[in-house]
């Protein structure tokens, strides 16, 4: 039964992919056109304001800023400033390797179920737990639909779930605090999130308590995973500066850089936010848009609520007794709070956090099994 049933789950998420694949495979045959997309780029909203007619994509932009930025060597504060420039490179490496924007989006798929699968087991849910954590993620709607466009989330999500998992193996091998920082300096040179900054204080605080733990007051040198950690943390800045270079040949000034900077920053201050928006989105599929409109979010399903209550309620179930899974569910809460006070409550905002609620709600669903399985037994065997 052990083996039949990561069979037959992982067969139904190679059946999901390949059918969609399918379907849609002009996304991912099409050559990119860089006329096309210029044109477009320069008939748009972010050139020509409001006489724009049909506007451009986030998809469209993206991927004209990755080739703009690869092909061209442009300028990355001159298009899509908004953003950081690590996932359009990488947009654009995908047109340079496969001609096609979309291509890379299926490594960065595989990956992420790969990394899902390795949290569920670090946190101990078993084999089949483990691969029912991939199949949520596998066949989730809203991650199928980012394999055809290309988007900054779904790399960003690959980073930010990868950074989590190297994080919960630095304890045992310190050098993961290298792995783990870097890939979130790649996640913040992705997508611009204030909540980093809370989260790495989080993690220093559980790289300091397993250091108190485990060393005596009078250790010298410095514990090693505290040390470890710090060292490696310089491994986040580097990465963002060095995804910048090209703004640097372009502007050649510290100084112009910390403008450009607090320009987006500035940026970001003026997009709209819905306060608890996000909670009427998991909770119903509806939502309110920047322009206060209600409508409908076309990737929600009816497992996104459960899971996200299971997640919540699973020191409920069960105290936590893997320090492991206690930073899993302190991340999860952090980034829900986040979602809450400082998003607009699209869905696609929970995705860098949707693996970790699937591996702590089913975490939740296999202890209540094991509970009312517990209560049955004794309730047959106990005399009448």
Same mark, same amino acid.
């Given at each position: 039964? %052990? #083996?039949?049933?990561? @069979? ?13 694949? $399918?379907?849609?495979?002009? !996304? ?7 006329? *096309? ?13 409001? #006489? ?14 990755? !080739? ?23 947009i654009g490496l995908s047109i340079f390797l ?11 798929? @595989? ?6 699968? %390795? ?13 029912f954590s991939i199949l949520l993620v596998g066949?989730?709607?809203? =991650? ?14 690959? @980073?930010?779930?990868?950074? $989590? ?13 290298? *792995? ?12 611009? =999130? ?29 514990? #090693? ?12 800045? $580097? ?62 399903w009816i497992v996104i609520p459960f899971t996200? $209550? ?67 037994? #004794? ?6």
């Open positions: 039964m %052990k #083996r039949i049933v990561p @069979f037959l789950l992982g067969f139904l998420i190679a059946i999901r992919v390949l059918s969609l694949i $399918v379907v849609y495979r002009t !996304y991912f045959t099409t050559r990119f056109d860089p006329q *096309y997309y210029g044109d477009l780029y320069s008939q748009s909203q972010y050139v020509i304001g409001e #006489r724009s007619v049909g506007g451009i994509g986030d998809d469209g932009l993206y991927a004209f800023a990755g !080739y703009y930025y690869l092909f061209k060597g442009g300028d990355v504060s001159s298009v899509n400033f908004e953003h950081p420039p690590l996932g359009k490179y990488l496969f001609g096609n924007q979309n291509v890379i989006n299926l490594l960065y798929f @595989f990956l992420l179920l790969i990394i899902t699968y %390795k949290i569920a087991k670090l946190i101990r849910l078993g084999t089949i737990g483990s691969w066949i989730d709607p809203l =991650f199928l639909d980012h394999l055809i466009r290309s988007q900054l989330d779904l790399p960003f999500t690959l @980073f930010f779930t990868g950074a $989590v998992y190297f994080f919960m193996k630095s304890f045992k091998a310190p050098r993961n605090f290298l *792995y783990s920082n870097l890939l979130w300096g790649a996640a913040f040179s992705t997508r611009f =999130f204030p909540v980093f900054i809370f989260i790495y204080i989080i993690e220093l605080l559980f790289v300091v308590h397993t250091d108190s733990s485990t060393s005596g007051e009078s250790s010298r040198p410095p514990p #090693r995973c505290l040390r470890a950690f710090l060292y490696s943390s310089l491994a986040i800045p $580097v990465i963002y500066m060095l995804t910048h270079i090209m703004f640097f040949v372009y502007h050649p000034s510290v100084t112009e850089f910390l403008r450009h900077k607090r320009w987006m920053l500035s940026w970001f201050s003026g997009t709209v936010i819905v306060v608890g928006n996000i909670w009427r989105t998991i909770v119903t599929g509806w939502y309110i848009d920047p322009t206060g409109f209600l409508r409908v979010s076309t990737h929600w996200v $209550v299971f997640a919540i309620i699973s020191p409920l179930v069960k105290r936590f007794k893997n320090t492991l899974i206690v930073y899993v569910y302190l991340q999860i809460i952090l980034y829900l709070f986040y979602l809450t006070f400082l998003t607009n409550g699209d869905l696609k905002f929970m995705m860098p956090i949707y693996p970790l609620l699937v591996v702590v709600a089913i975490r939740s669903l296999t202890e209540l099994y094991s509970i009312i399985r517990v209560h049955a037994t #004794r309730g047959r065997s106990s005399p009448h």
